[in-house]
């Protein structure tokens, strides 16, 4: 179908989803562009003005759109990225890259064809489109369900599925008393997982396996540090984590420039993806060390918000922690710690903190603000909040 159509859908039942995705991998529907049923209106406005589809369906039917653009004949389906804020991106994706991901993240889990996979995940987004799509490679329908850990836990022990998670939802789970060795397996991405919780959920005997990966990549690609079958790591003099193989995305839609920025050739003739991510290779295993858009200036030193967080996490009296620079007159940035305490009636303090961060990175590092929050704001990614926690906000709400 060259210069095929671009439809946004929104609101859609699961399993017409699931056969309008089925038909765009295949070529015989237009290219898929999901959209949150749960997005405000104003803010579907600007997906639809940026991405410029020449449809959109909704469970009362079809409604072409003005100044339409195709998508081109490679592309199947568009993701948008950007979180709650700024410019939407669309992440065009091919059916090559989409289902050479599913193929072989099944192939490294060994989900067998009669496995079920459940989505819990909203499909407007990566994570969530995957999960249908390893289920579709296996000959198989996703089960699909709300998140309730109720529900999710009666599913774990009547089907033992395969599931995606963010390490939210794992929390959760774990809290309820949820059986997690009875699912198949437990890809946790997303966002970063505490160190307390990844092993406190593989004590119970799941099988909890990190996932790392983007729209860019049609999902996760690097499974416990170590790349996917086809998927090769690299890092840059910067130390921006770079990614190639079959499961890179085709274009940023409608931005050449971004396009080339980002999708750059190597000496070695492959094309990469040169991410926004900061990492470094331990032999054959990439470590992330946080977003390079996250790096706060303080006081002439760059520090990477994401490694503070790790640290944290690891302090008993911390149940979950984000780190962000806010302005400083004197500083430029102060390293600020949003905290969820342990035990909300002995919070830990500012100066605890900072001793326990100077024990393990340089001084510098060290929080110089603490704010204790009951809960860590994310996105519908599962991601943290990070723009609504850069302002500071009224303790334990």
């Given amino acids: 179908m060259p210069n095929r159509p671009l439809q946004a859908v929104t609101g859609l039942e699961p399993s017409h989803f699931t056969a309008l995705l089925s038909e765009a991998l295949e070529g015989r529907g237009p290219a898929l562009l999901p959209i949150g049923a749960d997005t405000p209106p104003r803010r ?19 409604h072409p759109l003005e100044g339409a653009a195709a998508t081109a004949e490679d592309t199947s389906l568009v993701i948008t990225t950007s979180g709650s804020t700024g410019t939407p991106k669309g992440v065009e994706l091919s059916s090559q890259a989409l289902l050479a991901s599913a ?11 009669d496995a079920d996979w459940l989505c819990v995940l909203p499909t407007a987004h990566i994570a969530g489109i995957q999960v249908v ?8 329908e996703p089960v699909f369900a709300d998140f309730d850990a109720d529900t999710v836990a009666a599913m774990a022990r009547e089907r033992g599925p395969h599931v ?39 004590d119970t005997g799941a099988r909890v396996i990190t996932t790392y990966g983007m729209s860019e990549t049609s999902g996760g690609c690097v499974y416990d540090g170590v790349p996917l079958d086809g998927t090769r790591v690299d890092v840059d003099q910067e130390g921006r984590v770079l990614l190639s193989g079959p499961t890179l995305f085709s274009r940023y839609r409608l931005d050449p420039r971004r396009t080339g ?21 331990d032999g054959c295993r990439l470590r992330v060390r ?61 100066d605890e903190l900072r001793s326990w961060v100077a024990v393990h990175l340089p001084r510098y590092a060290a929080p110089r603000e603490l704010e204790l929050r009951t809960e860590i704001p994310v996105l519908a990614t599962g991601k943290p909040d990070i723009e609504a926690l850069r302002s500071p906000h009224t303790a334990l709400d």
Avoid: C, Y
């Fill in 290 to 350: 946080g977003r390079a858009d996250d790096v706060i200036n303080t006081g002439g030193h760059k520090v990477v918000a994401g490694e503070v967080a790790s640290v944290l996490t690891r302090l008993g009296s911390v149940a979950d922690a984000v780190v962000v620079g806010r302005p400083d007159d004197e500083w430029g940035q102060r390293v600020t710690a949003v905290v969820v305490p342990d035990d909300p009636n002995v919070p830990p303090t500012l």
């Fill in 44 to 62: 579907t406005r600007e997906l639809l003005r940026a991405m410029r589809p020449a449809s959109l369906r909704t469970p009362e039917g079809v």
């Fill in 261 to 281: 920025e980002h999708l750059v050739s190597g000496a070695d003739g492959r094309t990469w993806f040169r991410t926004s991510d900061l990492g470094h290779l």
């Fill in 103 to 113: 193929r072989a993240s099944v192939r490294r889990i060994g989900a067998g064809p």
């Fill in 133 to 140: 799509l390893r289920a579709l490679v296996n000959g198989r």
């Fill in 164 to 202: 995606s998670l963010v390490p939210t939802q794992l929390d959760r789970l774990l809290a309820f008393g949820t059986d997690l060795a009875a699912f198949g397996s437990i890809l946790l991405g997303g966002a970063a997982a505490r160190e307390d919780l990844l092993t406190a959920a593989r």
